[in-house]
């Protein structure tokens, strides 16, 4: 039963506000790609940071009418929005923002980013899970690396008002897609075994349910689908865009996939061989994608793969 909308538009823009690479010196602009430029009065004033963290700018345009998402908010309090002052960004126009999951690497920077927005109460798509507390990666009964808790009250205090989804969920005049909670359905995408969190007081492995994405439907192109860090499995979450869309053409696949470690490289291969055969014009991992994972991409879909950078904009049409 679909409850939910996705409209075709005419354009997609995503501008990187903050990922774990930057090169100012590339010059590589096309007509998809459009890398930053961190001038001011026609001086280099400052570079574009990068850390370790996801943040974007995500713009639909549909017969002339545009629509603003912010997606995720960085790791440091600072680090997404410094990139926003920097790049000129008019943070103003954001309708709305989406969360990919609860981890500090997507939602440390939301005061700062927020408090540029300048509107209050605008609302947050994010999945219940996402306040798991206390959530931590295990490495040992002695190690336990704890995430900061992140609750619905912060996000009150930041200016936004949460709306929590589990389903498909479209925003923005239904020009983008929360795609939800992702079915866990291939045999090599099986979960991070360290992440770990405490349910009724005892401790449980934490499968990052709230990890999801967001979907857009380029017109006549496709999908363009954008992960946070594709905890759930990237493969799993284009699958299940494509299936609780109808669509089977994509167009862009982009985002963090998980695929850095010694827990995840081993399917590096079988996930670009997954890639090849669902073969999208351009594939553009993100963040915790890894060297590695990164690399082969690159080597196995040359003509298909593009390098994200923080300050990078992105322009589908």
């Not at 981890?103 to 920077?109: C, K, P, R």
């Not at 109460?121 to 009964?141: D, W």
């Not at 993100?286 to 793969?305: D, L, S, V």
Request: aromatic share 8%.
């Amino acid at each position: 039963m679909i409850d939910f909308s996705l409209k075709a538009v005419d354009k997609v823009e995503i501008l990187t506000l903050q990922d774990n690479y930057i090169d100012i010196t590339a010059m590589d602009s096309n007509a998809v790609v459009t890398r930053a430029n961190p001038l001011k009065d026609g001086e280099i004033r400052a570079s574009v940071l990068a850390e370790h963290g996801f943040s974007a700018l995500v713009k639909t345009t549909t017969n002339g009418k545009t629509h603003t998402l912010l997606f995720d908010f960085g790791f440091s309090e600072n680090g997404a929005a410094q990139n926003a002052a920097t790049l000129g960004v008019d943070m103003t126009e954001v309708e709305a923002a989406a969360l990919s999951h609860g981890h500090s690497d997507h939602t440390g920077g939301m005061e700062k980013l927020t408090a540029m927005i300048g509107k209050k109460n605008i609302p947050l798509l994010v999945h219940p899970a996402a306040f798991k507390s206390p959530r931590y990666l295990k490495f040992g009964e002695e190690l336990k690396i704890y995430f900061p808790k992140f609750t619905r009250e912060r996000i009150k205090q930041a200016g936004l008002a949460p709306v929590e989804a589990t389903k498909p969920c479209s925003m923005l005049d239904d020009t983008i897609l929360f795609l939800g909670e992702v079915p866990r359905t291939t045999d090599f995408e099986t979960g991070w075994p360290l992440p770990h969190c405490q349910q009724d007081g005892k401790e449980v492995w934490d499968a990052i349910e709230d990890d999801t994405s967001i979907v857009m439907h380029l017109k006549d192109k496709g999908l363009v689908i954008l992960s946070g860090c594709a905890h759930a499995g990237i493969i799993n979450t284009v699958h299940y865009a494509m299936k609780v869309t109808g669509i089977e053409k994509v167009h862009a696949i982009m985002g963090g996939f998980h695929l850095s470690g010694p827990f995840f490289e081993p399917i590096i291969d079988r996930a670009t061989q997954a890639f090849k055969k669902i073969n999208p014009a351009y594939i553009i991992p993100t963040h915790c994608t890894g060297r590695k994972a990164i690399m082969e991409m690159e080597k196995q879909m040359p003509e298909q793969f593009i390098l994200n950078m923080a300050g990078t904009k992105l322009t589908f049409s």
